[in-house]
């Protein structure tokens, strides 16, 4: 199976700026798409932003032009910059990938989720 592990999550003042990381491991055979997802206290889990193997970006209308959304193929790992954070970016932060991996009976598709890493934007 396909492992996400996130990190670069944390307390910034509005007005700031953090990066996430989406690390995968396994034996992965490729990524078709990467994404970022988050869901605020009392909210339902909402997409930030996805990148295609190609490079092809989607974003939330809330986020255009202050999120970019990258990807290190070679390192299999995703990447979210947030800058002009604002407190309603407040919310736990989790990415998604899409791919095939190398399986006991030949190449298998996946579909794998991060644990999730908190951003507090405080006003």
């Known amino acids: 199976q396909v492992q996400l592990v996130e990190s670069g999550g944390g307390l910034v003042q509005a007005g700031g700026s953090l990066r996430l990381s989406c690390a995968a491991s396994g034996s992965i055979f490729s990524i078709n798409a990467m994404g970022w997802y988050r869901q605020a206290p009392g909210k339902q889990r909402e997409l930030v932003a996805t990148i295609t193997s190609g490079g092809s970006t989607v974003y939330a209308d809330s986020v255009k032009g202050r999120f970019t959304i990258t990807r290190d193929n070679a390192k299999n790992t995703g990447y979210l910059q947030m800058s002009s954070l604002k407190p309603e970016d407040t919310a736990v932060y989790s990415c998604?990938?899409?791919?095939?991996?190398?399986?006991?009976?030949?190449?298998?598709?996946?579909?794998?989720w991060g644990q999730g890493t908190q951003v507090t934007v405080s006003s």
């Open positions: 998604n990938a899409e791919g095939r991996y190398r399986g006991t009976y030949g190449l298998t598709n996946f579909r794998s």
